[in-house]
């Protein structure tokens, strides 16, 4: 398996609280994506990133924010979190024109 | 019409059995097709590529047709184990498109005893 991994693997927060979801590779792969996947909505993107500081909004980012300072570290903010947030979050990564590869996911709960 | 789309299923098939899925796609510029397979609760995992001479790996064939512009999965002799969520995933054209790939919303595969 791609080394890829999510943390936390869970998480409840309550609504209005910050919240940071963090993807880290050991492959040195340019490119890395937060998704999320809901019922009746399939896996849907939210940020992408197509190098160190190089991001760019996918089709549902309202709510989000990301940054990559480095190459092995792309992190999803949620500066206040909502119940229409609650997701799973899956972070992918890959090369040009390779398939993705995702880590494990993250369960997020907003209450 | 949506960027990909799958029929929902689900799929009810017995042991044995050969079935076939599609996924169509909107954009007649997308360079690369795959076939992911995601169980309950988990990621989704590569199944295979999809070439434009078609391609087989195992009981898995998958074919792209780019004039009616779909792809296709078809799953011979199927296995209990084969139950699972098929996604096909399409990436854009070229520039900034090509950096994003975009999911059909899956469909649901159940084989039977």
Same mark, same amino acid.
């Given at each position: 398996d791609a080394g890829i991994t999510q943390s936390p693997r869970h998480k409840v927060t309550e609504t209005g609280t910050p919240v940071t979801l963090r993807c880290h590779q050991t492959? /040195?792969?340019r490119y890395m994506y937060w998704y999320r996947q809901d019922p009746g909505h399939g896996l849907r993107l939210i940020h992408y990133s197509y190098g160190v500081k190089d991001t760019d909004k996918g089709e549902?980012? *309202?709510?989000y924010s990301v940054s990559r300072s480095k190459t092995e570290d792309f992190l999803l903010t949620l500066e206040s979190a909502t119940s229409s947030q609650t997701s799973v979050y899956f972070c992918a990564i890959r090369e040009d024109y390779s398939p993705l590869h995702f880590g494990n996911g993250t369960r997020l709960t907003v209450t | 019409r949506k960027e990909v789309e799958q029929d929902p299923g689900p799929f009810n098939v017995p042991e044995g059995a050969t079935v076939a899925f599609n996924c169509t796609y909107? /954009?007649?510029?997308?360079q690369s097709f795959f076939w992911y397979r995601q169980d309950c609760r988990k990621e989704p995992k590569l199944l295979m590529s999809v070439y434009s001479s078609g391609n087989e790996d195992g009981r898995f064939t998958a074919q792209l047709n780019r004039a009616s512009q779909y792809i296709s999965l078809l799953i011979r002799d199927?296995?209990?184990? *084969?139950?699972a969520t098929y996604l096909c995933v399409v990436n854009g054209d070229s520039?900034?498109?090509?950096y994003q790939l975009t999911f059909g919303k899956g469909t649901k595969l159940s084989v039977i005893p």
């Open positions: 492959e /040195n792969h549902v980012s *309202d709510g | 909107s /954009n007649s510029a997308s199927s296995k209990l184990s *084969d139950s520039g900034a498109g090509s």
